[in-house]
C-alpha cells in the first residue's frame, strides 16, 4: 500500500488526468440515470404506484391497452371472486378551466377499489401538479365530448400518465365521453400466481409498462447511454493502467527480483484504482444529488439513494475488472528480460 500511495504522490498529475475523467463519466451517468427515473415516474407514476400484482387486457388488442374491452361478463365474474381486484380505463384527452384554458390529463376511471380514487359524478380528482399550475378544489372544468361539468374535488400526489396529469373521473361519465360500456383492463394485486382468464392476456406490472411504446422507448435509450457510460469507464481503466504498466515494466522486474509477489503488485494497483474511484465517485454523488436542487423547475429528475449505491457497486467492480485485464501482463514479467527491457 506504501507503494502504490508514493507512486500515486510521484505521478500526481497523471492520476488526477484519470480521476477527473472518471469524474465526469460518473457524474454523467448519475445525471442521465435521474432523468431516467424522473421521466420514468413522470411517464408512468399511476402504473408504478400501484402494488405488485396483473394486468389483464383482451387478446385481440395485440398488446395494446386502448384497443382492449374486456367483456361485461367477464368483469363481473373476476370481480366477484376476486376481492381487491378492479377494472380500469384510461384515455388521453383535455380539460378546459373557467379561463377556457386547455389541459391535457389522462382520464382514468375504474370499479370501485382502494387502488384507486373513487369520485362520484360531475366530481373529478386531478395530480397535484395542476394544483401548482392553478386549479384549486372547487373549480369547474369542461370537456368537449361532455355534455355536463366536472367540480374539482380534490388532488392525489404522484399520478402522472404518459407524460400528463392523472384526472380520475366516475365511470358514468368517462362512458359518455368516450362512448364505450366496456372497460379496457383488469387488475388483480398480488405476487401469488394467478391463474389464466379465457380470452384474457396476463402481464405483471413491468410487462404491461412495457407495452406502452413512449415508455419503453425512452427507457430503452437513456438506460443504453447510461451502460454505455460504466462501459467506458472500465475502458478508460484498462487503457490507463496498461499504459502506466508499460511504462514500469523494468521497475517491475527489479520487483520482482528482489522478492515482491505478484499478488502484492496487483494489489497496489487495485489500491490506486480503488482510492480513485472513491474520490471521483464521492464527488460525482455529492454535485448529483444536489442537482436536484439546481435542476431547472418541471423537470423529471429522481435519482434514489438505492440507483446511487447500485451504480456507485457497478463504477468499482468495473474499475476493478478493468485495471486487472491491464494488469496481466505483470504476470508474464521475467525479472532479468524486464530489466534489461527497462534499460534499453
Same mark, same amino acid.
Given at each position: 500500500?506504501?507503494?502504490?500511495?508514493?507512486?500515486?504522490?510521484?505521478?500526481?498529475?497523471?492520476?488526477?488526468?484519470?480521476? /477527473?475523467?472518471?469524474?465526469?463519466?460518473?457524474?454523467?451517468?448519475?445525471?442521465?440515470?435521474?432523468?431516467?427515473?424522473?421521466? /420514468?415516474?413522470?411517464?408512468?407514476?399511476?402504473?408504478?404506484?400501484?402494488?405488485?400484482?396483473?394486468?389483464?387486457?383482451?387478446? #385481440?388488442?395485440?398488446?395494446?391497452?386502448?384497443?382492449?374491452?374486456?367483456?361485461? /361478463? =367477464?368483469?363481473?365474474?373476476?370481480?366477484?371472486?376476486?376481492? #381487491?381486484?378492479?377494472?380500469?380505463?384510461?384515455?388521453?384527452?383535455?380539460?378546459?378551466?373557467?379561463? #377556457?384554458?386547455?389541459?391535457?390529463?389522462?382520464?382514468?376511471?375504474?370499479?370501485?377499489?382502494?387502488?384507486?380514487?373513487?369520485?362520484?359524478?360531475?366530481?373529478?380528482?386531478?395530480?397535484?401538479?395542476?394544483?401548482?399550475? $392553478?386549479?384549486?378544489?372547487?373549480?369547474?372544468?369542461?370537456?368537449?365530448?361532455?355534455?355536463?361539468?366536472?367540480? =374539482?374535488? $380534490?388532488?392525489?400526489?404522484?399520478?402522472?400518465? /404518459?407524460?400528463?396529469?392523472?384526472?380520475?373521473?366516475?365511470?358514468?361519465?368517462?362512458?359518455?365521453?368516450?362512448?364505450?360500456?366496456?372497460?379496457?383492463?383488469?387488475?388483480?394485486? $398480488?405476487?401469488?400466481?394467478?391463474?389464466?382468464?379465457?380470452?384474457?392476456?396476463?402481464?405483471?406490472?413491468?410487462?404491461?409498462?412495457?407495452?406502452?411504446?413512449?415508455?419503453?422507448?425512452?427507457?430503452?435509450?437513456?438506460?443504453?447511454?447510461?451502460?454505455?457510460?460504466?462501459?467506458?469507464?472500465?475502458?478508460?481503466?484498462?487503457?490507463?493502467?496498461?499504459?502506466?504498466?508499460?511504462?514500469?515494466?523494468?521497475?517491475?522486474?527489479?520487483?520482482?527480483?528482489?522478492? =515482491?509477489?505478484?499478488?502484492?503488485?496487483?494489489?497496489?494497483?487495485?489500491?490506486?484504482?480503488?482510492?480513485?474511484?472513491?474520490?471521483?465517485?464521492?464527488?460525482?454523488?455529492?454535485?448529483?444529488?444536489?442537482?436536484?436542487?439546481?435542476?431547472?423547475?418541471?423537470?423529471?429528475?429522481?435519482?434514489?439513494?438505492?440507483?446511487?449505491?447500485?451504480?456507485?457497486?457497478?463504477?468499482?467492480?468495473?474499475?476493478?475488472? $478493468?485495471?486487472?485485464?491491464?494488469?496481466?501482463?505483470?504476470?508474464?514479467?521475467?525479472?532479468?528480460?524486464?530489466?534489461?527491457?527497462?534499460?534499453?
Amino acid at each position: 500500500m506504501n507503494i502504490a500511495w508514493k507512486e500515486i504522490k510521484k505521478n500526481k498529475i497523471r492520476f488526477m488526468i484519470l480521476g /477527473s475523467i472518471v469524474f465526469l463519466v460518473s457524474l454523467l451517468t448519475f445525471i442521465i440515470s435521474g432523468l431516467a427515473n424522473g421521466l /420514468s415516474q413522470d411517464n408512468a407514476a399511476l402504473i408504478k404506484e400501484l402494488p405488485d400484482g396483473q394486468f389483464y387486457m383482451n387478446t #385481440d388488442a395485440e398488446e395494446t391497452y386502448n384497443l382492449s374491452l374486456i367483456d361485461t /361478463s =367477464v368483469q363481473d365474474t373476476v370481480l366477484s371472486e376476486k376481492e #381487491d381486484a378492479a377494472a380500469l380505463s384510461i384515455q388521453m384527452g383535455f380539460l378546459n378551466d373557467e379561463k #377556457d384554458k386547455q389541459r391535457s390529463v389522462a382520464f382514468v376511471t375504474s370499479t370501485e377499489s382502494k387502488l384507486f380514487e373513487n369520485v362520484k359524478e360531475g366530481e373529478i380528482v386531478l395530480d397535484r401538479s395542476l394544483e401548482e399550475e $392553478g386549479l384549486k378544489v372547487g373549480d369547474t372544468l369542461t370537456n368537449n365530448q361532455f355534455s355536463g361539468e366536472f367540480i =374539482v374535488k $380534490g388532488f392525489v400526489d404522484q399520478q402522472k400518465y /404518459s407524460h400528463a396529469p392523472v384526472a380520475f373521473i366516475n365511470m358514468e361519465n368517462y362512458k359518455e365521453m368516450y362512448r364505450v360500456n366496456e372497460m379496457q383492463l383488469i387488475f388483480i394485486p $398480488g405476487e401469488e400466481s394467478l391463474p389464466a382468464i379465457e380470452g384474457l392476456q396476463s402481464f405483471s406490472n413491468t410487462e404491461f409498462l412495457n407495452t406502452i411504446p413512449s415508455y419503453s422507448a425512452e427507457q430503452l435509450s437513456l438506460n443504453m447511454i447510461v451502460w454505455f457510460l460504466v462501459v467506458i469507464s472500465g475502458l478508460l481503466f484498462a487503457i490507463f493502467f496498461y499504459m502506466m504498466n508499460v511504462q514500469k515494466i523494468g521497475l517491475y522486474g527489479i520487483l520482482k527480483a528482489i522478492g =515482491v509477489k505478484t499478488s502484492t503488485l496487483f494489489k497496489m494497483m487495485w489500491a490506486q484504482m480503488l482510492f480513485i474511484t472513491v474520490i471521483a465517485l464521492g464527488l460525482s454523488i455529492a454535485l448529483s444529488q444536489s442537482f436536484n436542487y439546481i435542476a431547472p423547475e418541471g423537470m423529471p429528475f429522481s435519482l434514489t439513494a438505492a440507483t446511487t449505491v447500485q451504480l456507485s457497486i457497478v463504477f468499482l467492480i468495473i474499475g476493478f475488472v $478493468g485495471a486487472t485485464l491491464s494488469g496481466i501482463q505483470i504476470k508474464k514479467v521475467e525479472p532479468l528480460q524486464a530489466i534489461q527491457q527497462g534499460e534499453v
